[in-house]
């Protein structure tokens, strides 16, 4: 695996993360909670053609690093009993409950169950709610996934789930592997049967062309709603993402 360069820029007031990887397109991203930039470039760009690009998204930049100040403050979740837990997009009161053993989870009716010793902490709990979330998405995909490969006659070799912060799925066409964000496990079943499609898709056109996007609405065609749930909850979601 190509090792990361990483540069700080500071361009037109913007502390500017430049990060130089081996690709072929440039990625911007304002990230959440609080407007870091971050800018993915192929090796050998220069630090004259990215600060060129950042000044054209200034505005893009500006108006992005706004909306997350203006986003109510949400505290980190502690996972403590009385907390609102969501499974596709249904929410569930959390229940904590003194045991011995080993962490578990369990649900029932509109109560999630966490069963863990008193001294378990914060990071723990969430650590065990995660697998438990894994557990539930490796299902539904399991079952969704194959469906859509059947509609769309595109086919990934291998899929995995992982917790990603900035994006809901990836897709390596070479390789044919796709990759889901563990968090569409909160999000509504539609969200989670979006992105698995708009990952296919990429199997067959590798960018965001009118192209993609006629593909993808061809078997899908509300997917904007989807696309844009996904675009306006984001950075409540991935803000609470740890490493």
């Not at 960018?207 to 997917?223: C, G, I, K, R, T």
């Amino acid at each position: 695996m190509t090792k990361q360069k990483q540069t700080i820029l500071e361009i037109d007031g913007i502390p500017v993360e430049i990060q130089r990887k081996k690709i072929k397109n440039l990625h911007l991203y304002v990230l959440p909670p609080d407007g870091r930039v971050r800018l993915s470039v192929p090796l050998g760009f220069t630090n004259e053609k990215a600060a060129a690009f950042v000044r054209e998204k200034k505005d893009w930049i500006l108006r992005m690093q706004k909306k997350f100040e203006e986003l109510p403050h949400r505290p980190e979740p502690q996972y403590t009993s009385g907390e609102t837990l969501y499974l596709f997009g249904r929410p569930y009161r959390l229940s904590v409950e003194s045991g011995t053993g080993k962490p578990s989870v369990r649900s029932e009716g509109d109560t999630v169950i966490l069963t863990a010793k008193p001294d378990c902490t914060a990071g723990q709990r969430e650590a065990c709610l995660n697998e438990w979330y894994r557990g539930l998405l490796k299902e539904e995909i399991s079952l969704r996934l194959p469906a859509w490969e059947r509609k769309t006659g595109l086919f990934c070799d291998t899929w995995h789930i992982k917790n990603m912060k900035t994006r809901w799925g990836t897709c390596n066409p070479k390789a044919r592997r796709v990759w889901l964000n563990l968090q569409l496990a909160r999000k509504p079943e539609e969200c989670l049967e979006y992105v698995i499609l708009h990952e296919l898709a990429h199997l067959k056109q590798m960018n965001h062309s009118e192209f993609f996007w006629a593909e993808v609405a061809s078997v899908l065609p509300d997917y904007k709603t989807s696309k844009h749930w996904l675009k306006e909850n984001s950075a409540a979601l991935i803000s609470r993402i740890r490493k």
